[in-house]
């Protein structure tokens, strides 16, 4: 069984940088698993921020921004803002009409 | 402007069966692939199912034999019958469409509590 692997929580301080991880149990997260981003609020529907691992979706500012280090997708926010203060979910395409979600990272900016 | 709304979610018993509805504007489902992706309450996002323009589906294994999509080309409409629920099949509900291998858009939600 695949395990998406992303930090519970992080904290931030504003105007600060930030980067968010998403990993396998088992194995490294390639561009060959199109990982792609989500930034969700309560109450809300996900966001989509970045997808094939580095692509900005339509609208999301260029503080967002995807790529792979080492052996996992990240999601880095530079010069982060109050109401980047949300939950984030990374999703891996493992193969043959299949998904697997991280568990999300909150993060919290103050 | 592309759109989804999902609708037929509810209070059921176990063992109940339910069925969602995804309806699209701005674009046509049956050129699209859609997906369905579930939230239990205070939990992460779960993928469910996926439906290919070319008529392929996928579960994943935590619904399979007991979801079933299907999609209505002339309501511009997805589904997913749901049977055989469980406790553990609560949450909300959203479907999506795909770009590429991604989540694009994604509708509102709704919320299916699966309670005696």
């Known amino acids: 069984q695949t395990v998406v692997t992303q930090e519970p929580s992080f904290s931030v301080s504003p105007g600060g940088t930030v980067t968010l991880t998403c990993g396998l149990s088992s194995g490294s997260v390639s561009s060959s698993y199109y990982p792609s981003w989500y930034q969700q609020t309560p109450g809300q529907p996900p966001r989509t921020l970045i997808y094939?691992?580095?692509t900005r979706s339509s609208g999301v500012p260029d503080r967002f921004s995807g790529s792979i280090l080492g052996n996992k997708a990240a999601l880095t926010i530079t010069g982060a803002q109050a109401d980047d203060e949300s939950d984030y979910y990374c999703v891996l395409y493992v193969g043959t009409g299949i998904w697997v979600f991280g568990g999300g990272t909150k993060l919290t900016v103050l | 402007e592309v759109q989804l709304v999902e609708s037929g979610g509810g209070l059921i018993q176990p063992g109940g069966s339910l069925r969602l509805s995804c309806a699209a504007s701005g674009f046509t489902v049956s050129s699209n692939d859609m997906s369905w992706v579930r939230q239990a309450p205070g939990k992460g996002l779960e993928w469910v199912s996926v439906f290919y323009s070319g008529g392929s589906t996928y579960y994943a294994d935590s619904v399979k034999g007991r979801f079933t999509l299907s999609r209505d080309n002339s309501k511009n409409t997805l589904f997913l019958q749901m049977n055989s629920l469980r406790a553990e099949d609560t949450a909300v509900y959203s479907c999506a469409n795909l770009k590429g291998r991604a989540f694009d858009v994604w509708g509102q939600g709704t919320m299916v509590t699966v309670s005696s």
């Open positions: 094939s691992t580095n």
